[in-house]
């Protein structure tokens, strides 16, 4: 069974003018339709089960009316489901893919239009094998969040990803094992010449001009396939565990259980997952710290907040070493990101010591 998650709940910042009066692109019409109907329209024949996330009951309940209009009624909606730390498109994933019934889902935003069945067929079929597809351009981009995804595998680590307050879309294909980087100049091509279905529309002028997001030159030129070692199920079940104590504020709890499952990671080279979880250690005695009355207790949390987002900035820079081998650039990017980012926090917590 095959299902498409069209994400629909985002507030469309980009696409507001000067007037003040909020406009919902989903509903933004272009050639006499709105622009959901249009992508609802283009995966009806491909999948089974169709999900819109949407961030309220109403917008949903808005939804389904105005594709009634179009006499389409077989679709479901969900509201996203609440994190401490998490919302918007990660968000969505989560639920979407919780909410779904199909093997094998494919992630869509509700302003690509032009979409090609032919192209979301391809994907879905080639993620039989895999985890994760996802289109990547000469330049190195990929699609973030348009990829079709192994439903059971792809739920659980979106959500674990959530109440670890990971808000990058982009790590569930980060945090996956067997990814297909499906190249759009020399694969989907073929199926969609003109690259319309990377028509994105962004901006209210996007809406004339029609953008495609594929660059005519690049490095990429092949799909890549990555086989990356990642957590068995059994690991994932436990860092679930660890990860709603720590969606919930049980940090003591969440730390006594961390350093079982990263000396896992440590020997498996498990470098995403590594990181991840070095961080959110870093970030527990960081909070820890600001808790904390007792200047001696203080000053040792953050010493080892300090160490563990050392140790975390290390895993990341591992990890975007596998991006920058396959010229995946926006994946490197992303990791160097982090990594940067847990160097600066571990300065701070350095400062604060």
Not at 42 to 67: A, F, M, Q, T
Not at 296 to 305: N, Q
Not at 318 to 331: C, D, G, P, T
Request: charged content about 25%; hydrophobic content about 40%.
């Amino acid at each position: 069974m095959r299902g498409a998650v069209i994400l629909a709940g985002g507030q469309s910042k980009r696409f507001q003018d000067s007037s003040g009066q909020w406009i919902d692109k989903a509903l933004a019409v272009l050639f006499g339709k709105p622009l959901l109907v249009h992508v609802v329209e283009s995966v009806r024949p491909v999948v089974d089960e169709i999900i819109i996330c949407v961030n309220e009951d109403s917008r949903g309940s808005r939804y389904l009316k105005i594709l009634e209009k179009y006499s389409i009624t077989d679709i479901k909606t969900c509201v996203d489901m609440r994190f401490s730390h998490v919302q918007g498109p990660s968000a969505a994933i989560a639920t979407g893919l919780k909410k779904s019934g199909a093997n094998y889902c494919i992630i869509l935003p509700c302003d690509t239009p032009f979409i090609k069945p032919s192209v979301v067929d391809y994907l879905l079929k080639l993620v039989e094998d895999l985890d994760v597809c996802v289109p990547i351009h000469p330049n190195g981009n990929i699609e973030a969040l348009m990829f079709s995804c192994n439903r059971e595998k792809a739920s659980r680590i979106a959500e674990l990803l959530c109440l670890l307050g990971r808000n990058k879309p982009v790590d569930l294909i980060r945090a996956s094992s067997k990814i297909k980087f499906v190249s759009t100049i020399s694969e989907l091509k073929r199926l969609d010449p003109d690259f319309q279905s990377f028509i994105n529309i962004n901006f209210r002028s996007d809406i004339t001009n029609l953008p495609t997001r594929v660059p005519k030159e690049g490095p990429v030129i092949k799909s890549i396939d990555l086989n990356i070692t990642q957590p068995s199920i059994q690991e994932l079940k436990f860092l679930e565990k660890i990860a709603k104590k720590y969606n919930d504020g049980e940090y003591w709890g969440a730390t006594t259980s961390l350093p079982t499952m990263l000396s896992t990671f440590e020997r498996k080279n498990i470098y995403f997952w590594a990181g991840v979880f070095w961080e959110t250690e870093g970030n527990i005695f960081r909070k820890l710290a600001s808790f904390e009355k007792k200047l001696e207790a203080k000053k040792e949390y953050c010493v080892r907040s300090k160490m563990a987002f050392e140790r975390a900035a290390q895993k990341y820079a591992s990890e975007a070493n596998i991006y920058r081998k396959e010229q995946i650039k926006f994946l490197l990017e992303c990791a160097n990101e982090d990594k940067d980012w847990c160097l600066n926090k571990g300065m701070k917590s350095q400062q604060n010591a």
